[in-house]
């Protein structure tokens, strides 16, 4: 390799594992990203998993549950970090200076000009991060700079833009993953109605806020509201009654009306494993909270199967005496 490559190679490390500091008032700080597994609708495993040292994620929805797959529109962006004089001392000064200077001196000279030119300087260096959780993140964050400085009060093409940063709460947003209840629950009979409700959904209400310290913060919250039912089949087969079935369903209590669930109307036993795959959905719309960006975005959606048999309900009729 190189040997101005593989300092600038060493160098790039080197910042990744730099503290967060305040472009304000440069301090130490603590690892900011965010990690949470989310199953997209097609079943892929995609991650929240946000490389960067300033934004932080916070709030009940970044943890505990899972997401939808939801893909931001630009997995990468530049974001604001140190101001000239603070930049030029990582790279001078401390062990790996020393270290960069043992690997070819001449390179590290050339290296460390740039931010040695912009001393005396107001602005801040820019770099770049990404959410490599996203299949399209590492390609994007490899098209952009490693440095960028700019001006007080202005961002660059490709910096960190408050609709991103919500995008970036929308990726990290959880949901508890629900367990279906049915009654009956083994086997249903045609005719027979079939109540279905949702257990541990926890707190109804998840958050999720993305904040650049002093800089901005969004948050989004997501709601539960709402519980879709698919039996499996066609129509003819069955018929949902969803009128009772608020946000979580409606447990059955005996002598009670039925007012969510399905009746099926036919047996399963011609179906593939003799049964009918019924979906629960649960629905959370989801807000920007103070309606801080001008868009809204889709609600996110978990849904749970389970293989509902249905058989005959058979009765015996003896003759009269």
């Given at each position: 390799m190189h040997p101005m490559k593989a300092l600038i190679s060493f160098a790039t490390a080197g910042l990744l594992l730099l503290p967060s500091l305040s472009a304000q008032d440069p301090g130490p700080g603590n690892d900011t990203s965010a990690r949470g597994s989310q199953t997209g609708k097609s079943g892929?495993?995609?991650?929240?998993?946000?490389?960067?040292?300033?934004?932080?994620?916070?709030?009940?929805?970044?943890?505990?549950?899972?997401?939808?797959?939801?893909?931001?529109?630009?997995?990468?962006?530049?974001?604001?970090?140190l101001n000239a004089e603070d930049m030029h001392r990582f790279f001078t000064e401390g062990r790996d200076a020393a270290n960069r200077a043992r690997i070819d001196e001449e390179s590290r000279r050339e290296f460390v000009q740039p931010f040695k030119d912009r001393l005396g300087q107001e602005g801040l260096w820019w770099t770049?991060?990404?959410?490599?959780?996203?299949?399209?993140?590492?390609?994007?964050?490899?098209?952009?700079?490693?440095?960028?400085?700019?001006?007080?009060?202005?961002?660059?093409?490709?910096?960190?833009?408050?609709?991103?940063?919500?995008?970036?709460?929308?990726?990290?947003?959880?949901?508890?993953?629900?367990?279906?209840?049915?009654?009956?629950?083994?086997?249903?009979?045609?005719?027979l109605p079939t109540h279905v409700w949702l257990e541990g959904i926890g707190e109804t209400r998840r958050s999720v806020t993305a904040e650049i310290p002093g800089v901005m913060s969004v948050t989004v919250v997501a709601t539960l509201?709402?519980?879709?039912?698919?039996?499996?089949?066609?129509?003819?087969?069955?018929?949902?009654?969803?009128?009772?079935?608020?946000?979580?369903?409606?447990?059955?209590?005996?002598?009670?009306?039925?007012?969510?669930?399905?009746r099926y109307l036919r047996s399963s036993i011609d179906q593939p494993r003799e049964t009918y795959p019924l979906t629960v959905t649960a629905v959370w719309p989801v807000e920007v909270q103070g309606d801080v960006v001008p868009f809204q975005f889709a609600p996110v959606e978990l849904s749970v199967t389970r293989d509902v048999p249905v058989g005959e309900i058979q009765s015996n009729v003896k003759p009269p005496n």
């Open positions: 892929e495993q995609l991650r929240a998993e946000i490389e960067s040292r300033r934004i932080k994620i916070s709030g009940n929805g970044a943890k505990g549950g899972k997401g939808d797959g939801f893909r931001m529109k630009r997995p990468c962006w530049y974001e604001p970090f770049p991060a990404y959410n490599k959780g996203d299949p399209a993140g590492a390609a994007c964050w490899a098209a952009l700079q490693q440095f960028l400085f700019v001006p007080p009060g202005v961002t660059p093409p490709s910096g960190i833009t408050i609709e991103q940063l919500a995008e970036l709460a929308r990726a990290a947003m959880t949901v508890p993953e629900q367990t279906v209840k049915l009654n009956p629950d083994a086997k249903s009979f045609v005719n509201q709402d519980l879709k039912i698919d039996p499996g089949t066609t129509p003819d087969r069955a018929e949902v009654t969803a009128s009772g079935c608020g946000t979580a369903g409606k447990p059955y209590v005996k002598g009670g009306a039925f007012s969510c669930g399905v």
